[in-house]
């Protein structure tokens, strides 16, 4: 029964993701529910109550990107060197592969994790939350603020753009 009910909190999360498809800045972020690296379930719409946060950065990445662990050493960057601009920043893993089994998609994200020092990596196993996002390609990088609005979405790991961006962001929080 608890298995059932973990499963039907699941899809109908997956299907409101789905639902609720919006790209543009300024547009309200698609909600979603997904398996976090400690097996448990991460809720979007709880960590944007987050009273000490005002913004969550959302990065979009796969095992086979080539650009994506630069673009992730940016960020982590970026955050050391404005390091009183408190932000949530979480790795989401798309399933860049059908035919690999879970428990590999997991281990090869856990590795990634634990060489870069990334705080949390969550399962997008079927790129349900990608689609809703609609991300075409990786790295990809969405701000959302504490409002569940879309600041910033299509970045990408150029290293002036995302400095400039993280700036614009700093500079909107301290308005």
């Not at 097996?39 to 987050?50: G, I, Y």
């Not at 390091?83 to 281990?107: K, L, M, T």
Request: with cysteine; net charge positive.
């Amino acid at each position: 029964m608890k298995i059932f009910i973990l499963f039907l909190l699941f899809t109908t999360e997956l299907l409101f993701a789905v639902g609720e498809k919006s790209n543009f800045e300024g547009n309200k972020a698609p909600l979603f529910t997904l398996k976090n690296d400690q097996n448990r379930f991460f809720f979007l719409s709880k960590e944007l109550k987050n009273p000490k946060k005002d913004y969550l950065f959302l990065s979009f990445f796969t095992n086979s990107c080539k650009n994506c662990p630069h673009e992730r050493e940016m960020v982590q960057n970026l955050k050391k060197k404005y390091e009183n601009f408190d932000v949530i920043y979480i790795a989401i893993r798309e399933g860049d592969n059908d035919s690999e089994p879970i428990n590999e998609f997991q281990q090869k994200a856990l590795e990634i994790k634990e060489k870069e020092g990334l705080n949390l990596i969550l399962f997008d196993f079927y790129s349900v939350v990608s689609k809703s996002y609609d991300i075409k390609s990786v790295p990809r990088l969405v701000i959302i603020n504490t409002k569940t609005q879309i600041i910033e979405k299509d970045i990408t790991g150029i290293p002036e753009n995302l400095e400039k961006i993280y700036q614009g962001v700093v500079n909107k929080s301290n308005k």
